[in-house]
């Protein structure tokens, strides 16, 4: 056991620093009253839910730019010297790209103010058509065994069905598509990283738990040059990370055949038996706050199902002849050592004289009766 701790330790300070890619960014221009451009003005955005604070500065055209950003609230200042300081508040979503132009109003001597409003509703830098949920959506809709990409659906103009696979298929084909395209113009990325699989277009390598998904959009038109390889649905998933205060989350899903519906057709008699135990648990926080955090998430399945299938194997009548006829014979030895167990006869599918022809009942076969069945 001290062994394997140790092992674990070293993994740790030997790792390297995986650093996620986001997509979303903010840009724009600060200007002073009369139009003109300000260079050299200091802009910050802070992340509400962990305080980390990114910087940068207006270039001569009085432009700026953040880029992989993660999802959430920001606070953007913009500071220039002889002027008033500005704080803008917005929400920033996974993928987005948001126009956020400042104009700055002139500080008189000795006065101390800033100025503080929200970011208009409507983002002139965006033009995808596409759905965002945030974490509290993608845990409370139903979801079918329990994937978030059956969410899929709700986006506007998409159209198909979803398969039944879980989070645990490593080929996940959701069958869904938009655009008139394909589901196999559909393409998934999470935190910024390709997910598709190289076997088959269309199709996601990776299906994330619910409760470790911080933000999904699932984009129908307008892809972003990075998406050139979509052509139907592109879905967008950025993960949770922790913040400043310790957060977890838990639940249990059961399912079984007494659970579902009673059918009313005829030729139905009854659900076959099965049971699905979902556990899911994630928890996050701070390590040290407003610096570095940590966000684990866990999802288990045990699940059986009943299978019903028709096969094809020797009748009874032929094993009993076989022993007889030839005991010793390398075909009877093998129907003896690996017998049929627990069968359930329908029919006879061939007789001795549908399979050997009209050599049956001659000493050329062991004079095998004709009309005995062989297969069943």
Known sequence: MRNIWVASVACLLLASLGIAQYSSSIQGVVQDPSGAVIPNVVVKAKNVATNIVLETSSNDAGYFRFTSMAPGDYEVTAEAKGFRTSLVKLLLTTGQSRDLNFNLEVQTAGESVQVTAEAPPLDTAETRLQLTMQSSKVRDLPLLNNSIYSLMALAPGVVGT???PDNFNPEYFTGMSANGRSAYGNTFNVDGMNVNSNIMNGT???????????????????FRAEQGTGSSIVVNITTKSGTNQFHGAANYWFTN???????????????????????NGAFGGPIRKNKTFFFANVETLRSSNGVVGIETYESPEFVAWARQAAPNSLGTRLLTTYPVDGPVQTNVLRNVRQIIGNDCGTPATLNIPCDMPLLV
């Open 204 to 222: 996601a390598n990776l299906a994330l738990s619910p409760e470790a998904v911080g933000e999904m959009t699932i984009e129908t038109n307008n």
């Open 257 to 279: 055949n007494d659970m579902r519906a009673r059918t009313s057709l005829p030729f139905v008699a009854s659900y076959l038996p099965f049971r699905r135990h979902n556990l």
């Open 162 to 164: 979803n398969g039944t």
